[in-house]
């Protein structure tokens, strides 16, 4: 159980802060509010008290808040600070050491780690001072609950909705949980994630419906485990975690490009990304539309698995190689062959064909094949799968560490 202070910024999505109160405290941490003033305008104190059963703190001159300095007392006994949701404001305020509130004040005078969940409309989440103040802060150690996609409170579409109660309880759930194992502390891992785009002319590209979710959880969760962390991400896939290295790419040549050149330094590398077999030579001008049809010649890619899976293992210190295979049936069987194939060392293999499972859905369900066994791991969160997957892949690297030590 932790204590946790939880920092409610004047933005629409405070009356989803009651959610993350609740959530928290269903985990059984014990939790206390602190509402900024614009806060209060948009969801009453009495709401976080009824909940948190504690007083909500709101205001640094409170007649007896000074006796013992509340902030300093607060800021030394917590867990955690969360903000969320944050402001364009209250991130500008702890970038910049303001402290103006109890709240900031706390910020400053708290040594427990801090996580945001930022919640604005997208083009203030966009703006160059707000992404200067959270790079700053993130260098600082601060971690960031990513917003959002989607319909805006202010009637916008795009990114800058507080993300949602269950998931930054979960993220919360993750930084603290007593369990939290730094079984990768000190090992290199690369990650791909997303889909590849090859383009047809300067406008037109195809593509594939992969979301990236499944290659991010597996970046964040091996980041979580004290890994130093590389992902290469396609267009499109979701924002990656503020704890990794995160290098975009676009199609499948720069995705076997960026790989291959930083394959040697890590010591595992997970292919999740939804990389394109065949790719086209581009345009240099959009095509035209005419009458007859429209016949595009595609040619294979490199794939950049079986170039991996060719590296001598040992001396070029070849990672250990994590594939992905997307079957709609012969699930296992085809997997497999693709490990063979590949020379990899375990393959996940993924059943497309449901529709709780794979694309752009927040769950899986897969199977971790390596040359001598086939494990299944039933449907449940991309964070969970990707959970399991590590504790596979961390079981081929101490094994591999074994057989070198004996030989
Ligand atoms: N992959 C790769 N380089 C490519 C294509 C795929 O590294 N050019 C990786 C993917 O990241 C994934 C695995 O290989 O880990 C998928 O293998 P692939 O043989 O492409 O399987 P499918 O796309 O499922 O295709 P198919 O069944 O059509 O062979």
């Not at 969801?43 to 300095?69: C, H, Y």
């Not at 507080?162 to 290199?188: C, I, N, W």
Request: hydrophobic fraction near 45%.
């Amino acid at each position: 159980m932790a204590f946790i202070a939880l920092g409610v910024t004047g933005g629409i999505g405070a009356y989803k802060a009651v959610e993350i109160a609740r959530g928290l405290q269903k985990q059984g941490h014990e939790v206390v509010a602190i509402m900024s003033r614009s806060a209060r305008r948009f969801v009453r104190p009495l709401t976080f008290e009824a909940i948190t059963q504690r007083e909500v703190i709101s205001d640094l001159w409170k007649p007896g808040a000074n006796a013992r300095i509340e902030h300093i007392d607060i800021a030394s006994t917590i867990d955690m600070l969360l903000v969320a949701p944050a402001t364009a404001n209250t991130i500008g305020k702890f970038a910049h050491g303001m402290a103006d509130d109890f709240l900031t004040s706390m910020y400053l005078a708290t040594t427990a780690p801090v996580v945001l969940a930022p919640a604005m409309n997208s083009n203030m989440f966009a703006h160059p001072a707000v992404v200067e103040n959270l790079r700053l802060l993130t260098e600082r150690g601060v971690r960031i609950v990513e917003p959002g996609s989607g319909y805006l409170a202010c009637g916008w579409i795009g990114k800058g909705r507080l993300a949602e109660p269950e998931d930054v309880v979960l993220y919360v759930q993750g930084m603290l949980s007593a369990d939290a194992r730094h079984t990768l502390a000190g090992k290199r891992v690369l990650v791909t994630a997303g889909p590849t785009y090859e383009d047809i002319d300067p406008v037109r590209y195809i593509g594939n419906r992969s979301s990236g979710r499944m290659g991010v959880a597996i970046a964040a969760e091996a980041a979580r485990r004290g890994a130093s962390v590389t992902l290469v991400s396609g267009p499109g896939a979701v924002p990656a975690p503020a704890n990794v290295t995160s290098v975009a790419v676009r199609s499948a040549g720069d995705m076997h490009a960026a790989v291959m050149s930083r394959a040697a330094d890590h010591d595992l590398v997970v292919m999740a990304a939804a990389v394109a077999d065949y790719t086209l030579s581009a345009a240099a001008q959009k095509i035209a539309k005419g009458d007859g049809p429209l016949t595009l010649t595609l040619e294979r890619t490199r794939d950049i698995l079986a170039d991996l899976g060719a590296l001598p293992t040992r001396a070029n210190g070849r990672p250990v190689l994590v594939g992905f295979a997307a079957e709609t049936h012969d699930v296992v069987a085809h997997a497999r062959a693709k490990l063979t194939r590949k020379k990899i060392d375990l393959i996940v293999a993924n059943d497309v064909s449901r529709a709780d499972a794979g694309f752009e859905v927040d769950t899986n369900a897969v199977t971790i094949i390596s040359p001598t066994a086939a494990e299944d791991v039933p449907l449940q969160s991309k964070a969970a799968v990707a959970a399991r997957i590590l504790d596979s892949a961390e079981r081929v690297m101490s094994e591999r560490l074994a057989g070198e030590v004996r030989s």
